[in-house]
């Protein structure tokens, strides 16, 4: 799922400071998995923001929606009403989110409520964790099952590094070294000859770096 | 000849190679590298110039080594793929074969969390031993990593690092077998305080035959106090320095600790010339250089080589 | 037992506190009472294992959005106690209840009742 985390209360509430009307949207898709944008979050934010603003003396005019997705045109279809006699929207979608609602609604402006962290998983209720950069040409199979792109510091498809130590990182002990945990798996999988080939120089048109990417199904195209 | 370096000759030559260490500063004053470059005349064989070590910003690599030749010294060209993708670690090797640069090693880098710019956007475009294959294919083939012809192919002697102290340990001289197959020529390891584990992994490299197809020189670095000791077996990622080091720094008195630990550096040299697969030494006296000289003199490798 | 307690308190009953959510506390706040507690069976001894141990969580959680709301995070608190201990109950509520006079009254309470 995408990971997300609440922006501090006082940089929201600088953001909206301005907008008197204010609709807090949530996603019911993966940051409410990772509980940063679901029902429960924005029904946390719009209380926050109502006591923030009667402490302030004013007459809080804050309206809560989540939405089945914000990473889909027809559910966008959700906020038409509710949308209409707001002055600015916070989205606490992954980013993903008040991008679709500032490309929707033209004369509405739009806050992120979230940071969006990453691509990941959670290790334990309240943990999560980096598990995929999007490359876009998936090779997991050639280190065991595990991604050197994203969980390797310095993205090494031939490592570990000079910084392996102890099964940790260099940059962190808090930061697992991929690379022993390739090393390990591979060695239990009887594949070590998987490590004694110099891995060629990677292909990132498919990443971020060959531009913003799109992906077309023809076979679903209506 | 590959390259037709004197560090290549010294070792295609049979004899015992030594190289030396320059940090340029982290301004533009040219004079500093000089200085440096006095201490190490006539010393080794070559010179290493780091490429901003430690992601700390310093004078480049490439201008350090043009200041070395100009000062009669040959340099080895560091390059890391922290900072550059392949277009500039390809230009960049271009321009130091056109100014007479010879030798390369090629390195990851140290990330830049560590460095005085840790906000910046680290590359990785290729890995250390990608690095390798590149310098190897533009030498070797006459071609960039996209294929295309180089018409007038750079020829530098490649040269690699290893660490045999870092993890998981039994992969390590696998992983310089690795370097081999990519087109290393020669190895400069990370500095040895631990012999004995040393040892134990060149057994490892004699059993795999990797000391037949490179050479490999063992990196060599005298404490200048108990406090660069405790520093390096603490803070410094990938590094063993055993009690037995540090307390010998510490038996003697505060002002004769620098002498003790050129004279461990001395015995660390001495027993690395008897190891078998060993082709010479790399002495890094870091913001010491003065030192060297003693260092090389008392290790008995004087005078170097006229190849 | 008859015990005396403050008539100012009004008590919210729920199965386990671990049914206690930050919004429920967070709306008592907004609609302007001046102080909150949950007062949750003693440590080790919840019936769901671990309910009144997320509670004592979600008021640490509430604690803290009081402060970055600049309130105070007094007005939200955690009590341990067993359905046998009337006599604490009652030395709790007396507590509390000391403990927000002294805080006075809360600005979200004021500003609600003047709207």
């Known amino acids: 799922m995408v990971v997300a985390e609440r922006k501090p209360l006082n940089e929201l509430l ?108 959670s290790l334990e209720h309240g943990v999560f964790a980096e598990f995929c950069q999007a490359c876009g040409a998936c090779g997991i199979h050639n280190f065991g099952g595990l991604c050197p792109i994203a969980r390797c510091s310095k993205s090494l498809l031939n490592g570990p590094c000079g910084g392996s130590s102890k099964g940790k990182c260099e940059i962190s002990k808090e930061v697992d070294c991929v690379w022993q945990l390739i090393y390990d798996r591979l060695n239990r999988l009887g594949q070590m000859d998987r490590l004694t080939r110099v891995i060629p120089c990677k292909d990132w048109t498919t990443s971020r770096d060959g531009g913003p990417r799109k992906t077309i199904r023809e076979d679903l195209k209506l | 000849m590959k390259s037709g370096s004197q560090l290549e000759k010294v070792l295609t030559g049979g004899h015992f190679a030594v190289t030396g260490e320059c940090g340029p500063p982290r301004n533009a004053n040219p004079d500093i590298v000089r200085q440096k470059a006095a201490h190490l005349r006539g010393m080794v064989d070559s010179v290493n110039v780091t490429d901003n070590q430690t992601a700390v910003v310093r004078m480049s690599s490439l201008a350090g080594c043009l200041i070395l030749m100009q000062e009669g010294l040959e340099p080895n060209l560091q390059m890391v793929v922290r900072d550059r993708n392949r277009i500039a670690i390809q230009s960049d090797i271009l321009g130091a074969y056109a100014l007479g640069v010879r030798n390369m090693l090629c390195l990851s880098g140290d990330h830049q969390k560590f460095g005085d710019h840790p906000s910046s956007k680290n590359v990785f475009d290729l890995d250390s031993m990608q690095l390798i294959q590149t310098v190897k ?119 004769d600790q620098a002498k003790e630990g050129i004279a461990i550096a001395v015995e660390t040299i001495q027993r690395l010339k008897e190891m078998k697969g060993i082709a010479g030494v790399h002495v890094m006296a870091i913001e010491w250089e003065e030192r060297v000289p003693e260092i090389v003199e008392m290790a008995g490798l004087l005078p170097r080589p006229q190849v | 037992m008859r015990l005396q307690y403050p008539t100012n308190i009004r008590v919210i009953m729920v199965p386990c506190t671990g049914r206690v959510d930050v919004i429920h506390l967070l709306n008592a706040i907004e609609e302007g009472a001046d102080g909150i507690y949950v007062a949750g069976c003693l440590e080790g001894d919840c019936h769901y294992i671990s309910g009144n141990l997320k509670a004592r969580k979600r008021v640490g959680q509430v604690k803290k959005i009081l402060t970055e709301l600049g309130l105070e995070p007094e007005r939200v608190e955690m009590y341990n106690l067993s359905a046998a201990q009337g006599p604490r109950f009652a030395e709790i509520a007396r507590e509390m209840t000391e403990k927000i006079k002294n805080l006075g009254p809360s600005p979200i309470g004021q500003k609600a009742k003047a709207a």
């Open chain 1, 14 to 121: 600088e953001m909206v400071q301005p907008y008197k009307k204010i609709l807090v949207a949530g996603c019911k898709g993966c940051v409410t998995v990772c509980n940063a944008g679901g029902k429960k979050e924005v029904e946390i934010l719009a209380s926050e923001l109502r006591i923030a603003r009667k402490k302030e003396g004013q007459e809080p005019d804050v309206k809560e929606i989540t939405l089945e997705r914000q990473c889909d045109p027809e559910y966008m279809d959700q906020l038409t009403e509710v949308i209409k006699d707001r002055d600015a929207v916070l989205s606490i979608a992954c980013s993903v989110g008040p991008q679709y609602i500032a490309g929707r609604f033209d004369d509405k402006v739009v806050f992120p409520g979230l940071n969006t962290t990453f691509i990941g998983g």
């Open chain 2, 137 to 255: 294919k533009m030498r070797d083939d006459g071609k960039f990593i996209n294929d295309q012809e180089i018409e007038f192919p750079p020829k530098m002697f490649i040269g690699a690092a290893a660490n045999p102290f870092a993890d998981p340990a039994e992969f390590r001289a696998v992983r310089l077998g690795k370097k081999v197959a990519a087109g290393v020529d020669f190895v400069q390891t990370q500095c040895i305080y631990n012999l004995d584990r040393f040892e134990k992994f060149m057994q490892q490299v004699r059993d795999m035959g990797i000391d037949e197809k490179v050479y490999i020189l063992g990196g060599v670095t005298p404490m200048k106090s108990v406090g660069m000791a405790n520093y390096m077996k603490n803070l410094v990622p990938g590094m063993d320095v055993p009690e037995e080091v540090i307390n010998r720094m510490k038996g003697v008195g505060k002002k």
